[in-house]
């Protein structure tokens, strides 16, 4: 069992900045990966962000790359998202999420979720 829970959410303006939190408990995680998707009304949920804790790589979906910074503490359980220069296309609940395989996050699948949190973004 893995409990997830989120907070950071808001509203900004285009260009601005939010930083998402996640902190996970109920086991170790030297081997899950982690990770964030989010879902805009009307549109299908999309994978953003992963990474494994045991191998500290990272991988994003194309339109935030360069953008959004997938990082975790493991001291503190807690995997976070930095988002910058935000767009208002980022517009979208996002939850975080955990799985034993990175591939299984990237394909838009996970065992464990959050509960999702909103993110606004004006333009």
């Known amino acids: 069992q893995v409990q997830l829970v989120e907070s950071g959410g808001g509203s900004v303006q285009a260009g601005g900045s939010l930083r998402l939190s996640c902190a996970a408990s109920g086991r170790t995680f030297s081997s899950f990966a982690m990770g964030w998707f989010r879902q805009a009304p009307g549109k299908e949920r999309e994978f953003v962000a992963v990474i494994s804790w045991s191998g500290g790589s990272t991988t994003y979906v194309g339109s935030v790359e360069g953008r959004f910074t997938i990082s975790r503490d493991r001291a503190k359980n807690t995997v976070y998202l930095q988002m910058n220069s935000l767009k208002p296309e980022d517009t979208a609940v996002y939850y975080c999420?955990?799985?034993?395989?990175?591939?299984?996050?990237?394909?838009?699948?996970?065992?464990?979720w959050g509960q999702g949190t909103q993110v606004t973004v004006s333009s």
């Open positions: 999420v955990a799985d034993s395989s990175p591939s299984v996050i990237i394909g838009g699948r996970a065992n464990y």
